[in-house]
């Protein structure tokens, strides 16, 4: 979950999508590229879990399975993908040399008096000697989840010989709840809102203006520079424009369930909207509109206000209180652009 922040957090700086692998480590099959993180809303690294062998008083095949928590899964978003990790050690058995072929399945459902409906969601071939997380896709499972939670019945996992032979999944290796904490099996899901219509910000140029007659007492207008970082009204007064404001999580007290970043660069709006509204002002038509008015009753009509005109996301990786591992895009957390509303 680190490396995806770490890979999510490039991106924002980055403002592009990156096609590359987002994960690094001993995965044996490669995680989702850039793109899936990027359309991603929240990540939720799923640990708490009912795990259950086959009975060994029933006959073969042998198999795992797997039910997740799903109650801290986010309400109202639709899942982009979906993965289960679960760690091969190198182990050692009489298959030591084999080719391993492993397969997980959705639990479609259960019987009384027969075997379990199953649904194929995944399957990787590998050597027997093979080290690493084994990652599964399992996003049709997860998504069928989060329709009707009522049909989390689980995952099954089978683990065959090239020949054919059902292979218990602990001999070759592949660890469970009884393994170190920082390698048991957990699930991965990728979550974005529903998207909703939103309307985008027209961007307004100031009206072409007529020259004035002489009785005229609107204030001459100097054309200002395209750069106004460093502009002033004609009274000295800085214009509407971008301020660093730096916010710390450790300041704020939240570092014991954040756990990155320890903080980021929010930045804030500040300045005058004084008419003339330049074109370096991102004046919005209605800013125009209102500041010609608060020209002519001062006293009715104030003057536009410096705002925010463009946000971008942060992303922040933190422990829920089941102690699940969250990673969350918030939107609208960076100011990127000020202008005159």
């Not at 980055?14 to 692998?21: G, H, K, T, Y």
């Amino acid at each position: 979950m680190l490396d995806l922040y770490h890979a999510v957090a490039g991106e924002e700086e980055e403002e592009e999508a990156v096609s590359r692998p987002v994960l690094t480590g001993l995965s044996t099959q490669s995680p989702p590229p850039g793109s899936v993180v990027s359309r991603a809303d929240t990540v939720v690294s799923l640990v708490n879990m009912v795990e259950q062998d086959r009975d060994t008083s029933s006959p073969k095949p042998y198999w795992k399975e797997f039910r997740f928590d799903l109650a801290q899964v986010p309400v109202g978003e639709s899942v982009t993908a979906a993965e289960f990790r679960i760690y091969k050690a190198r182990g050692v058995s009489r298959h030591s040399n084999s080719t391993l072929h492993v397969s997980i399945y959705e639990i479609a459902a259960e019987h009384a008096n027969r075997e379990s409906d199953l649904f194929l969601l995944d399957a990787q071939q590998l050597r027997a000697g093979t080290e690493g997380w084994l990652v599964f896709d399992i996003t049709a499972a997860s998504s069928h989840w989060l329709v009707e939670r009522k049909y989390n019945l689980g995952l099954r996992l089978y683990v065959e010989t090239d020949n054919g032979l059902s292979v218990e999944p602990g001999s070759v290796g592949l660890l469970g709840r009884r393994g170190p904490r920082s390698k048991q099996p957990f699930m991965v899901t990728f979550f974005r809102a529903s998207a909703s219509p939103v309307r985008a910000t027209r961007a307004a140029k100031a009206p072409r203006r007529r020259q004035p007659k002489k009785s005229n007492d609107l204030p001459h207008h100097n054309k200002l520079p395209g750069i106004f970082d460093d502009v002033h009204t004609a009274d000295g007064r800085q214009v509407c424009r971008r301020h660093e404001l730096y916010v710390s999580f450790q300041d704020l007290g939240w570092l014991d369930w954040v756990i990155a970043p320890q903080g980021y660069s929010a930045y804030y709006c500040e300045g005058e909207c004084a008419f003339p509204l330049d074109s370096c002002m991102n004046a919005t038509n209605h800013a125009i509109l209102q500041s010609l008015v608060h020209l002519m009753k001062p006293e009715a009509v104030p003057k536009a206000c410096c705002a925010p005109t463009k946000l971008s996301a942060t992303s922040v990786l933190y422990y829920d209180s089941n102690n699940n591992v969250i990673l969350k895009k918030h939107r609208n957390m960076v100011v990127k652009s000020c202008g005159c509303h």
